[in-house]
């Protein structure tokens, strides 16, 4: 007599706030796979997303395993193939496709991306090439405890969100990994994702969402704001 190990559902405790059907239906875009692009990769894997395209050039550095949940192990390595590996030992069955450049127009993308680079410009290059082939799209910024998450899922926000790319040269000196943490990556892939899942429910989304942690405020704005355009978290 064989007995089999039947294996449980995974996905049953979320099944009311991740629908099963409209995930596996979509393929996803992760455009920079440091501290927030990396959380954004992992937690899209652990909630069932089954396709999933990582783009970065990057390769893992010694500030990586503090700043962006890097291992040791992983110094040296490719941060997309790193990201990958990581994937796979949360579940085989996934489909993870890797580029090792940066993001190029000729790049074909996921209905879903989110973009997670580092710069004002980069951002907008990116959102003039993929954003027109995409159903959602969210922007995750963050400096030292401040975070921004920007989202657009319907076409009528487009030009809203495209008046938050100015010129670099407008933006706080610094960078976005100038100043960084593990907690604030986790918690802006998190919101990224939260906004993801409504989505996928067919709730509202927030156009416009900053969370400053040492200050202890959660700002949701329906659309973008002049006010908005000098903060820390436009980086």
């Not at 003039?128 to 082939?133: E, F, L, N, T």
Request: hydrophobic share 40%; proline share 4%; glycine share 4%.
């Amino acid at each position: 007599m064989t007995m089999t190990t039947e294996i449980p559902d995974r996905f049953v405790r979320q099944q009311e706030l991740v629908p099963r059907p409209q995930i596996t239906s979509l393929s996803a875009t992760v455009i920079g796979v440091g501290a927030i692009g990396r959380q954004v990769a992992l937690q899209l894997a652990a909630i069932g997303m089954p396709q999933l395209q990582l783009i970065d050039f990057d390769t893992v550095e010694a500030s990586n395993i503090t700043t962006q949940g890097y291992h040791e192990s992983d110094l040296g390595v490719s941060k997309v193939q790193a990201t990958k590996a990581a994937i796979e030992r949360l579940d085989t069955t996934i489909v993870v496709n890797t580029i090792e450049d940066r993001y190029r127009p000729h790049y074909a993308v996921g209905e879903v991306v989110f973009c997670c680079v580092d710069s004002i410009s980069a951002r907008a290059a990116i959102w003039k090439s993929a954003h027109p082939s995409c159903l959602f799209w969210c922007d995750g910024r963050m400096q030292g405890e401040v975070i921004r998450v920007l989202t657009v899922a319907d076409p009528s926000s487009d030009e809203q969100y495209a008046n938050s790319l100015f010129p670099q040269a407008e933006a706080q000196l610094g960078t976005c990994t100038s100043r960084s943490t593990i907690y604030t990556a986790s918690l802006a892939a998190g919101l990224m994702l939260h906004q993801f899942t409504r989505w996928l429910r067919k709730l509202p989304i927030d156009a416009d969402l900053s969370l400053n942690l040492l200050a202890s405020e959660l700002t949701i704005s329906p659309a973008w704001k002049e006010t908005h355009r000098h903060s820390v978290a436009n980086h």
